[in-house]
């Protein structure tokens, strides 16, 4: 396509409930990233992929979350056991380098936990 | 490891005034250094970066920027401003492994007429 889109653009999800939040990159890049943004706060990155495997996944906060990206294109974050703590913007990025380029952002998926 | 601060979480100007916002890195490598922009319910648009090469960099919407090694410091800047520049503004690093972008935490442009 011709930007990232990410899907469902708001979340509300009861405490306890798993959510999963969809991405689909730029068509042919291979580097996939999701962050996190909190109010107030600057992105704060989770895993990077490049290609179908997690070259870099320091970034997620505990083992409630997971993210798959199985064909190399379209990547799902995976939240268990979701915690009123959880609720921020999810941003999914992608590039066609490994980043040096600078990345191109979707718009997000706002995920409220009650 | 790197990291990045943005001095003041708000900063506001008049129409046509000059832009300056502030973000000094630390970096244990020589650093790529990046500013978006983030306009209300948007993602993050990259306005310019810094790799290697000329310190001054340019990038969209008339913004630019200069990498000052010796003063650890990528400023932003735009000599005349317009309503619609109104923005979170967010410097970033790239960490040395070269797999994430570390941001600073945003400053928030206002642009009064």
């Known amino acids: 396509g011709a930007g990232v889109s990410q899907t469902p653009s708001n979340k509300v999800t009861e405490k306890g409930k798993y959510v999963e939040l969809r991405c689909d990159p730029i068509s042919g890049h291979t580097a996939l990233y999701w962050y996190r943004q909190s109010l107030g706060q600057g992105p704060e990155f989770l895993i990077y992929?490049?290609?179908?495997?997690?070259?870099?996944d320091s970034g997620l906060p505990n083992d409630r979350f997971f993210a798959v990206r199985p064909e190399g294109s379209v990547s799902t974050l995976k939240i268990q056991r979701t915690e009123r703590g959880d609720s921020a913007v999810y941003l999914c990025a992608s590039s066609g380098d490994t980043g040096g380029g600078g990345y191109t952002f979707g718009s997000g998926t706002r995920l409220t936990v009650v | 490891a790197q990291s990045v601060t943005q001095l003041g979480s708000h900063v506001s100007v008049s129409e046509g005034a000059l832009v300056l916002l502030r973000c000094n890195y630390s970096s244990s490598v020589p650093p790529y250094l990046f500013w978006y922009v983030q306009y209300p319910n948007q993602g993050l648009q990259l306005l310019l970066k810094?790799?290697?090469?000329?310190?001054l960099v340019k990038g969209i919407n008339g913004f630019e920027a200069e990498f000052k090694k010796s003063e650890t410091s990528f400023h932003l800047t735009k000599p005349s401003a317009h309503m619609s520049d109104a923005a979170e503004y967010f410097c970033?690093?790239?960490?040395?492994?070269?797999?994430?972008?570390?941001f600073g935490k945003g400053t928030t442009l206002s642009v009064s007429s």
């Open positions: 970033a690093v790239r960490n040395q492994a070269g797999t994430a972008l570390i």
């Open positions: 992929f490049q290609g179908t495997g997690a070259a870099d």
């Open positions: 810094y790799t290697t090469g000329a310190t």
